[in-house]
Nanobody, 123 residues
């Protein structure tokens, strides 16, 4: 089992950058695929990015590809989401999540979730 706590959200102007962090508890962090999802009011939860157990493989949602970068440091039990060239449509609550299986974009496949951190981009 793993507990996840996100941080780093805030209010940023369009074109700016933010770095989200996700701190994981537990000794088996390295055994989880990690992902970031987001959910805007009235919309479904959207896949943002995922990274495999070692960090060698990543995958991004089409709307963030080329602007966002996911990374992890297993020795620190941390996952990060570097967000650049932010747009108002990136406004959402961002969630960190953990899964056992690689290769899925479905939030149903993720077993553990953080409480979320709000990201607001002003135009």
């Amino acid at each position: 089992q793993v507990q996840l706590v996100e941080s780093g959200g805030g209010l940023v102007q369009a074109g700016g950058s933010l770095r989200l962090s996700c701190a994981a508890s537990g000794r088996t962090f390295y055994s989880y695929v990690m992902g970031w999802f987001r959910q805007a009011p009235g919309k479904e939860r959207e896949f943002v990015a995922t990274i495999d157990w070692t960090g060698d493989n990543t995958n991004y949602g089409d709307s963030v590809k080329g602007r966002f970068t996911i990374s992890r440091v297993n020795t620190k039990n941390m996952v990060y989401l570097e967000m650049n060239s932010l747009k108002p449509e990136d406004t959402a609550v961002y969630y960190c999540a953990a899964a056992r299986r690689w290769g899925t974009r479905s939030h149903w496949e993720y077993d553990y979730w953080g409480q979320g951190t709000q990201v607001t981009i002003s135009s």
